[in-house]
């Protein structure tokens, strides 16, 4: 390439550049059972959000584990149980990229 | 900006910042045993439908600071994957990971990434860039591990059905003489596999062969198909005697992922499942025989499906950190 940034690994071969595209971690956080939690983030206009969830310690043979629900409204990330339903301890990962 | 460092890609897309953290390449974790498969049939029954899609349970190891993101990278592509347990002591994860079929052989690669400020070192490893945020403590980028780059990504759900058979299974017969169904009548007519069963995404991006993915399994589901059988036996010296049955197959199902050639597919697994025979009867009838009853097999789930909200998945090509 003529312009722009690579970077090498170790071994010489090319691992990133401005070729690429990326998520990047906004925030990781844990969420308890059965609690709601609300983040609004300072992120450059424009600039998509999304939230994984995983659940933490669930047997896979239980029934009733819930995961809470993630919504993503601008740049306010909010968990919180399921209507009338407990939810399980979950952590959230917030990507962020420029889209 | 007034200040600090941005990089952006041949788009105009920012990749790297001084505000926010990139993903880097801990390790792959460390593959330490398999459950042995099962679940290709109905456990204690043999006669109708008698078959399931199967599942191995593979467990992995990693240890690292922070938090990880982890990619699945199928080593067969034909098959189902998805992470269904994960659990975290001190600073060791381990994840079991779910795959359709019965075959322990080709188990997946698990990539760990985890953010830059947590990412391990080696003491003699001094060259590189380091981007830290205003703080000057926090780092955001750190060119000695190898960074994530995407290939693609978008939202995912499951169909509200995992069976194959036309319908979600359900209740026939009854316990008195309007029962379609003979007293110990057992003969599953329900297709438990999950085949055909996927909701599936489009992606160019997505080869089969290097690509891997990240997407929690959160969806499960159960489902039972229940048949119920009924006998009189009549006497005019002694009590009518009743004779009931129910019979029952049950899966728990997991929700489970798999990439095909342009296409992100999210669709169902067997994870356990089981058949339930019970049988029962008063006394009376022509001979004026005693009551009794037997019961084989357990119902431990009642039918539902939970979890069934969208879930984000990313993409990546895995052969960049190998």
Redesign the interface.
């Known amino acids: 390439m003529s312009y ?2 690579s ?1 090498f ?2 071994d010489g071969s090319l ?2 550049s ?9 925030d ?1 956080f844990t969420v308890a059972a059965n609690a709601s939690v609300s983040n609004t983030y ?3 206009t424009g ?1 998509e959000i ?12 239980s ?5 809470p ?1 993630v919504t993503v409204s601008g740049s306010t990330v909010s968990v919180a149980p399921q209507s009338g339903l407990s939810s399980s301890q979950c ?1 959230v ?1 917030v ?5 | 900006m007034a200040y600090g460092f941005e990089a952006t890609n041949d788009n105009g897309k920012v990749i790297i910042n001084d505000t926010v953290e990139n993903l880097h390449f801990v390790s792959k974790a460390t593959r330490t045993g398999d459950d042995g498969g099962g679940y290709s049939d109905f456990p204690q029954y043999s006669s109708g439908s008698d078959y399931l899609d199967g599942r191995v349970i593979h467990t992995y190891t990693v240890s690292c600071t922070g938090t990880p993101i982890v990619f699945i990278k199928p080593n067969d592509y034909s098959r189902w994957h998805a992470i269904i347990k994960q659990s975290v002591s001190s600073n060791t994860w381990t994840f079991q990971v779910l795959i359709s079929g019965t075959s322990t052989s080709n188990p997946p690669d698990l990539y760990c990434f985890v953010n830059a400020d947590d990412i391990p070192v080696a003491s003699g490893d001094t060259w590189g860039m380091q981007v830290f945020k205003s703080d000057g403590t926090t780092k955001t980028f750190d060119s000695r591990k190898q960074p994530l780059a995407i290939t693609g990504g978008g939202s995912v759900s499951h169909p509200s059905d995992p069976t194959d058979s036309s319908g979600l299974p359900g209740l026939t017969g009854t316990h008195d003489s309007s029962s379609i169904h003979f007293w110990n009548y057992s003969n599953n007519d329900h297709d438990f596999r999950s085949t055909t069963r996927y909701n599936e995404y489009s992606n160019t991006n997505i080869n089969a062969s290097t690509t891997m993915f990240s997407c929690p399994s959160l969806a499960q589901g159960v489902h039972e198909r229940t048949q119920k059988g009924y006998k009189v036996s009549t006497s005019f010296l002694n009590p009518d005697q009743h004779h009931y049955s129910t019979a029952l197959w049950w899966v728990m199902y997991r929700g489970v992922f798999r990439l095909r050639s342009g296409y992100f597919d999210a669709g169902w697994n067997v994870y356990i499942a089981g058949y339930q025979f019970t049988s029962w009867w008063t006394e009376g009838g022509i001979f004026g025989g005693g009551g009794g009853n037997i019961t084989a097999g357990t119902r431990p789930y009642t039918p539902k499906n939970i979890n069934m909200g969208s879930n984000s998945y990313i993409i990546a090509d895995s052969s960049r950190y190998d």
């Not at chain 1, 029934?63 to 995961?67: C, N, T």
């Open positions: 722009g940034l970077i690994k170790a691992g990133f401005t070729a690429d595209i990326t998520w990047q971690t906004l990781q300072s992120v450059p600039f999304i939230a994984q969830r995983q659940l933490v310690d669930v047997p896979p043979n029934q009733e584990d819930y995961a629900n952590i990962h990507l962020t990229r420029d889209p």
